[in-house]
C-alpha cells in the first residue's frame, strides 16, 4: 500500500485510506517494549478484494462488516530504512562484498584447502579447542599470504569500478 506521510495515511489500491486508529504497546519475553500503530480503513463494504485483503479468520464479526486493518511498527518501518540506505551506499557495499569474500570465503578455505571435515572430539571444551586451533592455524596462513602478496594493513577489498 502507498503511505502519505503528510497525513500519515496508507492507500489501498482500491484507493481508500487506512487511518491511524490507535497505538498499541506490547512487550516480548526478553523485556523489549514495542509499539505498533492500528490503521483502519474507512470502508472495505463491496470491496471484490475483500477476502483477500482482510486476514484473520478467527475474528467473531463476519466479514462482509469488517474493516481492513493493518499494524504497523513505526519505529521498524524507520529502522528498515535506515538500514536500507547504509547498505546501498558504495562504502556498504564494499562491507557486503568483504563479508561474503571474508566469511564465507574462511569456511571454503577450511573446508575445501585444509580438508577439514569434521571435528575429531566429542564434547564443547575439545570442539572448542579444536575450533580454536584451527583459527590460529588459518589466520597464521592468512598472514603469511598477505605477506608474501604485500598487502599487509589493508582488510577491505575494493570494490571494482564498473
Ligand atoms: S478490502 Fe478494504 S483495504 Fe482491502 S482493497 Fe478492499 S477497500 Fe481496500
Redesign the pocket.
Known sequence: MEYDPETDEYI???G?K?RPLYDRRSKNRNGYVSTVTVYE?ES?QG?P??DK??HGNNCKTPLEER??RLNVSKVMKQKRQETLERITTEYGTQLRMNRSIQAEGSFAVIKEDMNFRRYLYRGKENVLAQSVLLAIAYNINKLHFKIQGGRTGKFLTELKAS
Do not use: A, Q
Request: net charge positive; aromatic share 8%.
Open positions: 489501498c489500491s482500491k481508500k487506512l480503513c472495505c470491496c478484494y475483500k485483503c482482510i474493516n481492513k
